[in-house]
């Protein structure tokens, strides 16, 4: 028999679920608007007919070549077009990722108000109820609608959408199943299969599997973690990790993570109250999460929360500092710890810091001279992957497997991660024993077409990034970036000119080189030569600052090797 040629199997035909109303040309068309080949701003669109439901709203943090940019946040404008077949916005946690952009979004799309349910869990709801104050909006003014992470909503006539609760780096974090008139989408949210989480409560795969048993038509997965082989720690062991290290720290301790590691948190704050530590908090986010995460329950202490003032005279081995900066960020506390920039506090030899947290792509430099300043203080710093003191919240490959075989999608869509995560996330679909039919590789801004049979991608809608800087939304473009980096790289040379009577020319540099009075010297004798020359001639000043701009910047270049930005400024006297 062992040589007999195996026949292929024939894939199980799905049956659409009971009730269906779909007919043969209906189809589903799902719009990723961020998330997809990226790590941050999550926002997806599911659609049928008339009808619209949106799937989370975040926010990503810029990238270095970003100057002066504070947040990313995707364009919508899709939603702004289509405002009125929204019939539900769900929230499947609240990670920045996830919630942190609709401060910005719902205004655009909405105004100031709107009767659209925005559903979420209690934690994810106290988070977004305080970003919306903080942005001088009114929670009450959103028909904001608490859930479970185990719910059933039935959204307009064609979803049905079943919640099931995942672990994650934060509570009440859920996956949904979407039931539609031509068949079931599984979205898995952000999630790992932890045994042993710090809460107890451990994923609801049973709705999964019921799902895989009548028939998963699309599987929607978190990739993030699909080129890691293995299973992703549980938070349990990180917890006896910190317990271990904050337990033999001869000093002070200060502990790093982030503000949203609400279990984190628990961990630290357990081994503090075991060790005899009073727990202090620093910096705004930390503050803030942790005073949701207590009012809400989520959050257990025995004492309460010091500052910084309560503890700075207690002996050391009794003091354990909880701080914002896991990321190294110029302005988080523990970034002005390590260099001596803290109002409060300083950091001294036999100080014990504890990094429980992992860099962000692209954040690997900043961390790092983090660490090396804390060193050179005289602190013992403790970071992985040479102290287990920090896990993913993202499932690695073993776990994917398992969603991959509990669904057994006839189509799958990789979901939370660059293109890498993405593309690796596919290869193992593709290895499984039922592999699905069909993978895409997801794109902001695609419109992807689900029907019974098929699944495509036909077409786009507007897309991309728009920048916060400041109070300002979008109006910062990539021709200011530019100008930006153009500024930092090469410097700045402003030339003003009054077209007048008696012609003046002043020029300043700034970040150019240590220009001697040589350099100014013919630069101001070009440029007056060129005003007077067009004085003389009558010319209009757009000439003008051109015949001064072009022998400026060619000159310039010439005797430096450099290509300053040149600002000229001609003003009629």
Known sequence: MENQERKPRR?????????????????????????????????????????????????AFPEEGMPGVDLLIPRVDYLIEHRHKIKAWVLTHGHEDHIGGLPFLLPMIFGKE?????????LTLGLLRGKLEEFGLRPGAFNLKEISPDDRIQVGRYFTLDLFRMTHSIPDNSGVVIRTPIGTIVHTGDFKLDPTPIDGKVSHLAKVAQAGVEGVLLLIADATNAERPGYTPSEM?????????????????FVTTFASHIH?????????????????????????????????????VKDRLYTLEEVKDLPDHQVLILATGSQGQPMSVLHRLAFEGHAKMAIKPGDTVILSSSPIPGNEEAVNRVINRLYALGAYVLYPPTYKVHASGHASQEELKLILNLTTPRFFLPWHGEVRHQVNFKWLAESMSRPPEKTLIGENGAIYRLTRESFDKVGTVPHGVLYVDGLGVGDITEEILADRRHMAEEGLVVITALAGEDPVVEVVSRGFVKAGEKLLGEVRRMALEALLRGVREKKPLERIRDDIYYPVKKFLKKATGRDPMILPVVIEG
């Open 11 to 59: 894939r199980r035909r799905r049956k659409p679920q009971e009730g269906s109303q779909g007919g043969p040309q209906d189809h589903v068309e799902i719009i990723p608007l961020g998330g997809m080949g990226e790590i941050g701003k999550n926002i997806t669109v599911f659609r049928f007919r008339d009808e619209i439901f949106v799937l989370d709203g975040g926010l």
């Open 264 to 300: 984190r948190i628990q961990s630290v704050i357990w081994a503090a109250e075991k060790y005899g530590r009073k727990v202090a908090m620093e910096g705004r986010s930390m503050l803030k999460f942790s005073r949701i995460a207590l009012e809400l329950g989520y959050l257990k």
């Open 114 to 122: 709107s009767p659209v349910p925005i559903y979420g869990a209690r």
């Open 237 to 253: 062991e990180i917890a006896k990790e910190l317990d271990r290290v904050i337990g033999r720290a001869p000093g002070r301790v």
